[in-house]
Nanobody, 127 residues
């Protein structure tokens, strides 16, 4: 079973940047689509970004387009979420998720499509 571990969260001021990492040590990530999701206090979890297993395609939620970038380094079995120009409304617990059955060039922000989830990491944007 794929185990994913997020890192890189923390407290940052509005306008600042953070880079989240999502790593696994057991299996190669080559064949997994990787999605990033977040859950703000009192709100439902929402999809933020996804990168296809082929590394050819990405998709972003409208709220983060132009500010967040998803990427992957299969040699390191790690995916990344670079978050720039952070806003207080970006505060929440961020999760990475993986799925083996999503077609290689496909991307999705649908939570139910993902079978494997990290434990989540807190991101707080505040002055």
């Amino acid at each position: 079973q794929l185990q994913l571990v997020e890192s890189g969260g923390g407290l940052v001021q509005p306008g600042g940047s953070l880079r989240l990492s999502c790593a696994t040590s057991q299996f190669t990530l080559d064949y997994y689509a990787i999605g990033w999701f977040r859950q703000a206090p009192g709100k439902e979890r929402e999809g933020v970004a996804c990168i296809s297993s082929s590394d050819k395609n990405t998709v972003y939620a409208d709220s983060v387009k132009g500010r967040f970038t998803v990427s992957r380094d299969n040699k390191k079995n790690t995916a990344y979420l670079q978050m720039n120009r952070l806003k207080p409304e970006d505060t929440g617990v961020y999760y990475c998720a993986g799925d083996l059955t999503i077609m290689s060039d496909d991307v999705t922000l649908v939570e139910s499509e993902y079978d494997y989830w990290g434990q989540g990491i807190q991101v707080t944007v505040s002055s």
